[in-house]
Nanobody, 129 residues
């Protein structure tokens, strides 16, 4: 089992920056692709960004490309953490952001909700105009 806990959400003005963190526990995630999804009020959960197990490849939704950056810390003897650096945020980025784990061993990035095996409880990001 993998437990995921997100943090770093909050209120930010449009054009500002925020960094989300996702700490994994229970089992190492160093062999699994990780992703961020978000869900705005009244909307379906949508893919935001993903990163391969090694960190060598990333993939972004068109809506955040060039503004958000996903990264991960897989170093031995450190806490497995995944980050989402959010720059130049917009009011439409307002949502609950979820960290997710695809436990397919060293698999390529997948971006669908159904491909994820573990989820955090989310952290709320509110962007004011």
């Amino acid at each position: 089992q993998v437990q995921l806990v997100e943090s770093g959400g909050g209120l930010v003005q449009a054009g500002g920056s925020l960094r989300l963190s996702c700490v994994a526990s229970g089992r190492t995630i160093s062999n699994y692709a990780m992703a961020w999804f978000r869900q705005a009020p009244g909307k379906e959960r949508e893919f935001v960004a993903a990163i391969t197990w090694s960190g060598s490849s990333t993939y972004y939704a068109d809506s955040v490309k060039g503004r958000f950056t996903i990264s991960r810390d897989n170093a031995k003897n450190t806490v497995n953490t995944v980050y989402l650096q959010m720059n130049s945020v917009k009011p439409e980025d307002t949502a609950v952001y979820y960290c997710a784990c695809d436990q397919s061993f060293r698999a390529a990035i997948r971006t669908t909700y159904q491909a994820m095996d573990y989820w955090g409880k989310g952290t709320l990001v509110t962007v004011s105009s």
